[in-house]
Nanobody, 117 residues
Framework: VQLQASGGGLVQAGGSLNLSCVVSGLRFNAYLLGWYRRAPGKQRERVATISFRYERHYADSVEGRFTISRDNDKNTLYLRMNDLRPEDTAVYFC????????????WGQGTLVTVSS
């Protein structure tokens, strides 16, 4: 199983970024997928998840600003991030096989998002 995340970068506060995660080696449309992040000096936290039924859950801190989506034809998971804030600065990881409350065993390598004030 491989998860390849991309799309991170440096953006000013208020800006937007799109993250992508291409997944291979598992039956993509059968799995719950998610984005997690780890900020400097902090524990990993769940950002958003999307089930194979397209049920979405968001962390309170990103609700209304971030949108998680999936394309089952392209085996790709997305995270659209709007109105970015300095506190969104973190390494973002995609994940497969978990639940809305717990990550699964399959992780991508992470992509760094830096939001300047």
């Amino acid at each position: 199983v491989q998860l390849q995340a991309s799309g991170g970068g440096l953006v000013q506060a208020g800006g937007s970024l799109n993250l992508s995660c291409v997944v291979s080696g598992l039956r993509f449309n059968a799995y719950l997928l998610g984005w997690y992040r780890r900020a400097p000096g902090k524990q990993r936290e769940r950002v958003a998840t999307i089930s194979f039924r397209y049920e979405r859950h968001y962390a309170d801190s990103v609700e209304g600003r971030f949108t998680i989506s999936r394309d089952n034809d392209k085996n790709t998971l997305y995270l659209r991030m709007n109105d970015l804030r300095p506190e969104d600065t973190a390494v973002y990881f995609c994940n497969a096989g978990g639940s809305p409350l717990r990550p699964g065993n399959h992780w991508g390598q992470g992509t760094l998002v830096t939001v300047s004030s």
